[in-house]
Nanobody, 123 residues
Framework: QVQLVESGGGLVQPGGSLRLSCAAS????????MGWYRQAPGKERELVAI???????NYTDSVKGRFTISRDNAKNTVYLQMNSLKPEDTAVYYC?????????????????WGKGTLVTVSS
């Protein structure tokens, strides 16, 4: 089985910073894209940032210049550095990864999700 476990959420004042981490574990052959999504109360889940296995990144407009996504392929871990946080960044943040597994000689590509970590930006 494959698991994604997020950490690093919490309460922070406006203008503050947090760093989220997400570690993938299990029988993993390789990981393609990894990303962070968020869901605020009463809203749909949205993509925050994504990073390919080669390191190319993409961000939603509202976080450009404030958030940075990175990954450590040796540790199967993706990070989200969040600076200049705003109250509207308050949400549950979910890690997502496109993971290749080999089972009985057959390749499988599956989309996995973490359980989420709550980020609250409030004074």
């Amino acid at each position: 089985q494959v698991q994604l476990v997020e950490s690093g959420g919490g309460l922070v004042q406006p203008g503050g910073s947090l760093r989220l981490s997400c570690a993938a574990s299990g029988r993993i052959f390789s990981i393609n894209a990894m990303g962070w999504y968020r869901q605020a109360p009463g809203k749909e889940r949205e993509l925050v940032a994504i990073i390919t296995s080669g390191g190319s990144t993409n961000y939603t407009d509202s976080v450009k210049g404030r958030f940075t996504i990175s990954r450590d392929n040796a540790k199967n871990t993706v990070y989200l550095q969040m600076n200049s946080l705003k109250p509207e960044d308050t949400a549950v943040y979910y890690c997502n990864a496109d993971i290749e597994r080999v089972v009985a000689g057959t390749f499988y590509v599956t989309d996995y999700w973490g359980k989420g970590t709550l980020v609250t930006v409030s004074s």
